[in-house]
């Protein structure tokens, strides 16, 4: 056994690997209890240091709904989170993507930047070869991210998760 590192409560549902392997960091959750027999989903992203074996920090948590997608850019330095959940100050719940960067010194991870994409749970995103753009699916639009700043460049590709939608646009 090379060591195992203590995960804290509540369950991972994605976990990325850093391309050098020096991080891993998971999304996931808990079931919070709040009255018997019932619960409400909040969530997490947590980091780890895989070479030290060792628990890094949690970057944030949510009170409404787990952390969906992880995912590491090209050079391990940087790390790309998905959410769906209500907004602080509670209403509707949004897709968004948070994004952080470790210090080349003192190895401690960093919020950049936060960007909402709407409706939609991005269940994954994916970070482009050459790490300048992050793809996330959400309701019903592949969205375009800049990995940089976050801004959100916009759909390239539609799609409907019913086909029977088409349909009705049709009887309109």
Same mark, same amino acid.
């Not at 090379?2 to 959750?29: K, L």
């Not at 030290?52 to 997608?69: C, H, Q, S």
């Given at each position: 056994?090379?060591?195992?590192?203590?995960?804290?409560?509540?369950?991972?549902?994605?976990?990325?690997?850093?391309?050098?392997?020096?991080?891993?960091?998971?999304?996931?959750?808990?079931?919070?209890?709040?009255?018997?027999?019932?619960?409400?989903?909040?969530?997490?992203?947590?980091?780890?240091?895989?070479?030290?074996?060792?628990?890094?920090?949690? %970057?944030?948590? +949510?009170?409404?709904?787990?952390?969906?997608?992880?995912?590491?850019? *090209? $050079?391990?330095?940087? &790390?790309?989170?998905?959410?769906?959940?209500?907004?602080?100050?509670?209403?509707?719940?949004?897709?968004?993507?948070?994004?952080?960067?470790?210090?080349?010194?003192?190895?401690?991870?960093?919020?950049?930047?936060?960007?909402?994409?709407?409706?939609?749970? %991005?269940?994954? +995103?994916?970070?482009?070869?050459?790490?300048?753009?992050?793809?996330? *699916? $959400?309701?019903?639009? &592949?969205?375009?991210?800049?990995?940089?700043?976050?801004?959100?460049?916009?759909?390239?590709?539609?799609?409907?998760?019913?086909?029977?939608?088409?349909?009705?646009?049709?009887?309109?």
């Amino acid at each position: 056994e090379a060591g195992r590192i203590e995960y804290g409560t509540g369950f991972p549902t994605r976990i990325a690997v850093s391309p050098d392997a020096r991080w891993v960091a998971t999304g996931g959750g808990d079931a919070v209890p709040v009255a018997v027999n019932a619960r409400r989903l909040s969530g997490h992203l947590r980091i780890f240091d895989w070479k030290e074996k060792k628990f890094v920090t949690e %970057p944030y948590t +949510l009170a409404t709904d787990y952390v969906r997608a992880v995912e590491f850019s *090209p $050079d391990s330095r940087s &790390l790309y989170s998905g959410s769906f959940s209500t907004p602080p100050a509670g209403g509707e719940y949004l897709a968004a993507i948070r994004a952080f960067r470790v210090g080349s010194v003192r190895q401690v991870w960093l919020p950049l930047w936060e960007t909402t994409l709407g409706n939609g749970n %991005p269940h994954e +995103l994916s970070i482009s070869p050459n790490g300048k753009d992050i793809l996330v *699916p $959400d309701n019903g639009n &592949l969205q375009i991210v800049d990995a940089n700043d976050g801004a959100v460049r916009g759909a390239k590709l539609t799609f409907r998760f019913y086909p029977e939608d088409r349909d009705e646009e049709k009887l309109k």
